[in-house]
C-alpha cells in the first residue's frame, strides 16, 4: 500500500511517500524560511501564496524519491487541521484534486497526530499504549494513546507552546525566525549555569506546563542588565533559558510516565527536534524503564512523510475522508471527519 502525503499547515510545503505504513519511500520539503524571516514570523498570506507555487513541484519530487508515479498510489493523504487556514486549503484543494482524479481514496490528518505516528517509520508500529510529548511551534501538551486510537489529553501548555517560547526569546534577542533550531545550536557554547530562570509549576500537581512566566522573566532579566550597562552573553541567555524549559518538559513527561504506569514515551513535533531535549529525555525515561521513541530530527519538524503514515493507518482499518472534507484550523487534537472507504468516501 503506497500512501502519499502532504503537508501544507504553516510554513513547510511538504510531500512524502510511505509504503505499507512503516517504510518510508520519500520525504521532500520545500521550506519558505527565507520568504517568513524577513517579517520575524510566518505571514499567512505568504505562506498560502507560496504553498501553491510549490505544491505541484513538490509532488513531483517526491514521486521521483520514491521511484514511483501517480498511478502506482493508494491513497491521498493531506493534513486537513490544525494549522493556518489559507496554508491548509492549498494542501486540501490538492489533494482532493488529485484523489478525484485518480480515483483514489482521500483522508483528512490530524497534524498533531501525524507528529506522533511518525515514530513507526522508524520504530515500526506502536505498540500501544503510548504518552507521548508534543512539542510544536503552536502546540504543546502530553498524551495518552489507547489501543483503540484514542488520543486523551494529560495535560498541556497554559499559555504560550514550546517552540514559541523559543521563537519569542529568539527574536527578543535579534537572532531572526524560526529561533529553536539558532537557540538550540547558541546553547552549545553558552553556560546553562550562567542565569537562574524560573521552571514555573515544576513542583505542582498534574501535567499542564506554563512558559509565558519564563519567557517574561528573561525579557525582564535582559532589561535589567542592559539597563545596568552589562554586556549580556547571548550564549548564556539561550543556554539557561533552554534548560529552564527542557527541565520543565522532562519532567512532567516523566512524571505523567510515571502515575500512569505506560512503558513507552513518543517526542514529537518540531521542538522534539532539540538536541538537549533530547539528550536530557534518554536518561529521564531509562531510570524508569520507559522505552523512549525519538524520531529522526527530519521527520520531527513538519513534513509530508508523518502525514503519509498517519493516512495509511486510517486506510489500513478501512477509513477515509469524505470528498467534501474540510480544512480545519481549530482542528485540536480531534480526528477529521472520516467515514468507511466506500461510495461517498472514495473517489468515482
Ligand atoms: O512541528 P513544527 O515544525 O511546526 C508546527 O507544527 O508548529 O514546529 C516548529 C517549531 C518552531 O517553533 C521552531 O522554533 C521549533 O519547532 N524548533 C525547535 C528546534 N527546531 C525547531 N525548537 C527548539 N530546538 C530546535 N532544535
Ligand atoms: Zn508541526
Known amino acids: 500500500m503506497l500512501l502519499l502525503g502532504i503537508e501544507t499547515s504553516c510554513d513547510e510545503t511538504a510531500v512524502g511517500v510511505v509504503e505499507d505504513r512503516t517504510t518510508l519511500r520519500a520525504n521532500v520539503i520545500a521550506s ?4 517568513h524571516a524577513p517579517f520575524g514570523g510566518v505571514v499567512p498570506e505568504v505562506a498560502a501564496r507560496a504553498h501553491l507555487e510549490q505544491l505541484q513541484p513538490t509532488i513531483t519530487a517526491a514521486l521521483a524519491e520514491a521511484g514511483c508515479v501517480l498511478a502506482d498510489l493508494d491513497g491521498v493523504a493531506v493534513t486537513s487541521g490544525p494549522g493556518l487556514a489559507g496554508a491548509l486549503l492549498v494542501g486540501v484543494a490538492g489533494a482532493k484534486a488529485l484523489a478525484l482524479s485518480l480515483g483514489l481514496p482521500l483522508i483528512g490528518v490530524n497534524h498533531l497526530r501525524a507528529h506522533v505516528e511518525v515514530a513507526q517509520l522508524e520504530h515500526g508500529l506502536l505498540e500501544l499504549p503510548v504518552l507521548s510529548l508534543i512539542v510544536s511551534g503552536g502546540h504543546t ?3 495518552r494513546i489507547d489501543a483503540d486510537g484514542t488520543f486523551t489529553q494529560l495535560g498541556a501548555t497554559l499559555d504560550d507552546a514550546a517552540g514559541e517560547a523559543f521563537d519569542k526569546i529568539a527574536r527578543f534577542l535579534g537572532l531572526g525566525y524560526p529561533g529553536g533550531p539558532v537557540i538550540d545550536r547558541l546553547a552549545r557554547e553558552g553556560d546553562r549555569a550562567a542565569h537562574d530562570y524560573p521552571r514555573p509549576m515544576l513542583h505542582e500537581p498534574g501535567f499542564d506546563v506554563s512558559l509565558s512566566g519564563l519567557k517574561t522573566a528573561v525579557v525582564r532579566d535582559l532589561r535589567r542588565l542592559e539597563s545596568v550597562g552589562t ?9 539557561s533559558f533552554q534548560e529552564a524549559i527542557v527541565d520543565v518538559l522532562v519532567a512532567r513527561t516523566v512524571a505523567a510516565a510515571a502515575t500512569t504506569g505506560v512503558g513507552t514515551v513518543v517526542l514529537a513535533g518540531g521542538v522534539a527536534a532539540n538536541s538537549r531535549l533530547r539528550e536530557r529525555m534518554q536518561p ?5 524503564d520507559v522505552r523512549l521513541l525519538v524520531p529522526a530530527i527530519r521527520l520531527c519538524t513538519d513534513n509530508g512523510a508523518m502525514v503519509a503514515a498517519a493516512g495509511a493507518n486510517r486506510l489500513a482499518v478501512g477509513m477515509a475522508s469524505p470528498l467534501d472534507l474540510d480544512a480545519d484550523p481549530g482542528l485540536g487534537l480531534a480526528e477529521p471527519t472520516r467515514t468507511p472507504v466506500g ?5 468515482p
Open 284 to 288: 529521564a525515561c531509562a531510570a524508569q
Open 343 to 347: 461510495p461517498g468516501a472514495v473517489a
Open 32 to 35: 519558505q524560511v527565507e520568504l
Open 141 to 143: 501538551s502530553i498524551v
Open 231 to 239: 554586556d549580556v552573553v547571548v550564549p548564556d541567555v539561550a543556554a
